[in-house]
């Protein structure tokens, strides 16, 4: 089972090489999916290894639908990414190597 923290119960430790943020949860570099919200609707998940951001991402619209989707690998997009309208209509699709947009 993988672990789920809401975002405000984890520690800023600085960060990493690429310029994202490095998370701590009690006391430990985090691994598992952090969890934003706001008024207490999911705007967000995000998943992390060892503290580091890496593996899906996703973003909410307020009304609970996905808006985006998409993966992270050492700072950088990778494989598919894809965004959806309000009533959950797919509008964009793109595909990431290492960074670089190649569809």
């Given at each position: 089972m993988t672990l789920r923290v809401n975002?405000?119960?984890?520690e800023n430790k600085g960060t990493d090489s690429g310029g994202d943020i490095i998370y701590?949860?009690?006391g430990s570099p985090f691994?598992?999916?952090i969890e934003e919200y706001i008024n207490g609707v999911l705007v967000g998940e995000s998943e992390f290894t060892d503290g580091h951001r890496g593996g899906?991402?996703?973003d909410y619209y307020p009304n609970g639908q996905l808006a985006e989707e998409y993966y992270i690998h050492f700072?950088?997009?990778e494989?598919?990414?894809k965004r959806w309208d309000e009533s959950g209509s797919l509008i964009s699709q793109s595909t990431y190597l290492q960074?670089?947009?190649i569809s």
């Open positions: 975002f405000d119960d984890l701590y949860y009690n691994t598992g999916i899906g991402q996703r700072n950088k997009l494989g598919s990414y960074g670089n947009k």
